[in-house]
């Protein structure tokens, strides 16, 4: 059974930083895509970043482009995504997703969205206090 499960939120102050992890299991090791995705109450969610199977095929949503980084450790079936400076305005239940699919995970640049991705965790909570 394949699945998703994201660690590392909190509750810090503007300008701070967190890292979140994703591990996956079930899925072969850097066989898939992950997608990080936020969501606040009332409204859609929406894609932060991916990144497919190879290190270069990272993508970023415009609001986080050159503050977050995502990587993976393909060996620990890990994705983090690395947030620096964080804002009030990124406070969100922050999701990671899978995509098996390797037609789309092997794309030159992944893609952020939803309909992409079949596995998704529960979610992590970040607070970023003004």
């Known amino acids: 059974q394949w699945q998703v499960v994201e660690s590392g939120g909190g509750s810090v102050q503007s300008g701070a930083s967190l890292r979140l992890s994703c591990v996956a299991s079930?899925?072969?090791?850097?066989?898939?895509?992950i997608g990080w995705f936020r969501q606040v109450p009332g409204k859609e969610r929406e894609g932060v970043s991916c990144?497919?199977?190879?290190?270069?095929?990272?993508a970023y949503d415009a609001s986080v482009k050159g503050r977050f980084t995502i990587s993976r450790d393909t060996g620990a079936n890990t994705v983090y995504l690395q947030m620096n400076n964080l804002r009030p305005e990124d406070t969100a239940v922050y999701y990671c997703a899978a995509d098996s699919d390797l037609i789309t995970a092997t794309r030159t640049t992944c893609r952020i969205l939803e309909r992409l991705y079949e596995v998704w965790g529960q979610g992590t909570q970040v607070t970023v206090n003004s």
């Open positions: 079930g899925l072969r090791p850097g066989k898939y895509a």
């Open positions: 990144i497919g199977t190879s290190d270069g095929s990272a």
